[in-house]
């Protein structure tokens, strides 16, 4: 099985670089996989996914996420299932993430069937700030969020979850 294990976020908008400094750090840890292939830093969105994740069996991504009363350093798990509901949204940029799924599958692309695209979202506090440094919250909170998203992230890797 191709695994695709890809950070997502800008480096220099303070906790939006949560999903690369995460994967940067899984990729330490976890060595050489077999099948894995790891991308630490990925800007792109939308559309612009599409020829990255094409061609894989699994696909584990790694985010940021902003709700409106969310603590920094919680984090959610889900698949592209639960997106599916997420898909007539309207981006006035790019397509949506479920959107962007459907249309590369309506071009016939070869991607990750929804219950193998897994998500790690980081709730974040500050992804607007122009900085190389997560906020104090965020930085406080994680090695606790890190090593549970790696126990995760880890028990799939093995088959386990």
């Given at each position: ?7 997502m ?24 996989v ?55 949204l ?28 897994h ?43």
């Amino acid at each position: 099985m191709r695994t695709l294990l890809l950070g997502m976020g800008n480096p220099f908008l303070s906790d939006d670089a949560v999903g690369i400094r995460l994967v940067g750090d899984f990729s330490r840890r976890l060595g050489k996989v077999t099948g894995l292939e790891i991308i630490e830093e990925c800007t792109a969105g939308g559309l612009d996914l599409l020829p990255i994740i094409e061609g894989y069996d699994r696909l584990l991504l790694v985010d940021s996420i902003k709700t409106r009363e969310g603590v920094p350093g919680n984090w959610f798990r889900f698949t592209a299932e639960r997106l599916r509901k997420t898909i007539h949204l309207t981006n006035i940029h790019d397509a949506n993430f479920a959107t962007t799924l459907s249309l590369g599958r309506q071009l016939r692309m070869k991607l990750p069937p929804d219950p193998e695209i897994h998500v790690f979202a980081v709730e974040v506090f500050d992804d607007f700030t122009f900085s190389e440094q997560m906020t104090d919250s965020l930085e406080t909170a994680y090695p606790i969020y890190s090593e549970e998203i790696f126990g995760v992230l880890r028990g799939l890797l093995q088959g386990q979850c």
